[in-house]
Structures are given as structure tokens and as C-alpha cells.
């Protein structure tokens, strides 16, 4: 009888241990597709575009959609949004804000200014018109910052988001996530969620 309790639990843990580690389903393997002007590639994950190039130790990156809102990208999530480096942009005014900013909760983000961290984004910049919105940065593929985990281009988790406001107080109305190879664009799309 005690052999059966041991058996059984050692099942439950190894259970647990399997389910905790369980690589997310993929729903689309793909190639990213030629970037527009001045990116080498552009991977698109329902209406939102990523277009990247990597220069050195650097990452340029452009990010579009079709809504009058704030638009985002982050990497390397551990659980939700938790741990994450993320870059969020909108337009103010008609001018572009953009900051660098840590998930320090599934469900919650910071700017990494007010975590005693470092805004590490360059070239920020943005554009909104009837058609949507752009948001483009530059961002070193090793900050220093110790809020940021290094990025290995052969294989980033991107995170991809919008809302339909410029105000960040306004969760997404879309959110996407893929694994991806930013040096070769080979790419698996594994999460998706729209509420639009
Ligand atoms: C505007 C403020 C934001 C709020 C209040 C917010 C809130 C949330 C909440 C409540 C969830 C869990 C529920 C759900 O799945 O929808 C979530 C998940 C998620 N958020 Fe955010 N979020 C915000 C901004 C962002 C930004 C800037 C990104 C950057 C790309 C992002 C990416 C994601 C992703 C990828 C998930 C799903 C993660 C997973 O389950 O694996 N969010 N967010």
C-alpha cells in the first residue's frame, strides 16, 4: 500500500513537473516576409507587422497597425507579461512617445525609469494617420540594464500588442506571441487573443 502512495506520488510530481515546462501549441510556422524600406524583414501576426533589422549589437525595429492607439513589442515573457522587455508607443500630440518598460507582473507592466532601471530605446519615433499607427525604435540587443535579460536573436519570444487609444491606461484589445529566429526570420506564432 505505502509502495502505491510512493508511486503515485512520484507520478503527480512528475506530472507537475512536466505540465509546468509544457511548450505553448503552435498555430503558424512561417518565414518572415521582406521588410519595408530600411528593414530586412517583417513578420505579420494577424493585423500587426514587426518589420526588424539587425545592425551589430543593435536591433531597429518598426511596428504597425491599423488602429488610432498604442502599439507595443516585448520579449522573453516568463508568465504572461512577467519579466519581460517591453516597448511601448503612441502619439501625444502628434509626437511620438516610446518608452522601454519591465513586466513586473503577469498582468503588469512599469517603465524601466521607475524601477531603477534605464531607458535604453534610440531613434524613437511614430506616425499616426487614417490608415494607423508606426511606432519605430532602436534597441541594443544587450542594454546592461539589469532589467533587461540579454536578447539571443536566434531565438526570441516577441510579444506583440495594441490598443485602439493613445492612452496606455487602456489594456489591449489584441495581443500575439511567437518564437522567433531574428537573424534567419524563421518563425512559430503560438499564442493569439482579439477582443476587438
Ligand atoms: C496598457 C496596459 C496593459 C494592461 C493593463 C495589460 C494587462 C494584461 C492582462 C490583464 C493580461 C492577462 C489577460 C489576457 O491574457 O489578456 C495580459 C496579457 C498579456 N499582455 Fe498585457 N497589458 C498591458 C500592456 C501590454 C503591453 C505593452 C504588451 C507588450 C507587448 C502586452 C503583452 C501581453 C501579452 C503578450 C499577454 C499574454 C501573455 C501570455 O498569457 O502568455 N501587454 N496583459
Known sequence: MRKNYIALAALLAALAVACGKKAEKVLETGNAAAGDKGYTYAVT???????WRLDGGLLRVKLKA??????????????????????????????AVVTDQHGTDPKLHRKDID????????????????????????LPLETGDKLDKPLRPEAVVLMLAYGTTNEMAKQHVFWGKARLNLRTGAYETTMIRREE
Do not use: C
Not at 501576426?45 to 518589420?51: L, R
Not at 524601477?115 to 532602436?138: K, N, V, Y
Open 66 to 95: 491599423p488602429v488610432q492607439g498604442w502599439l507595443a513589442a516585448g520579449f522573453d515573457p516568463e508568465r504572461g507579461m512577467l519579466g519581460s522587455n517591453m516597448m511601448v508607443g503612441y502619439l501625444e500630440g502628434g509626437r
Open 115 to 138: 524601477l531603477g532601471g534605464t531607458d535604453d530605446l534610440r531613434e524613437t519615433w511614430g506616425r499616426q494617420d487614417a490608415a494607423g499607427t508606426e511606432i519605430g525604435f532602436t
Open 45 to 51: 501576426v494577424e493585423k500587426m507587422q514587426f518589420h
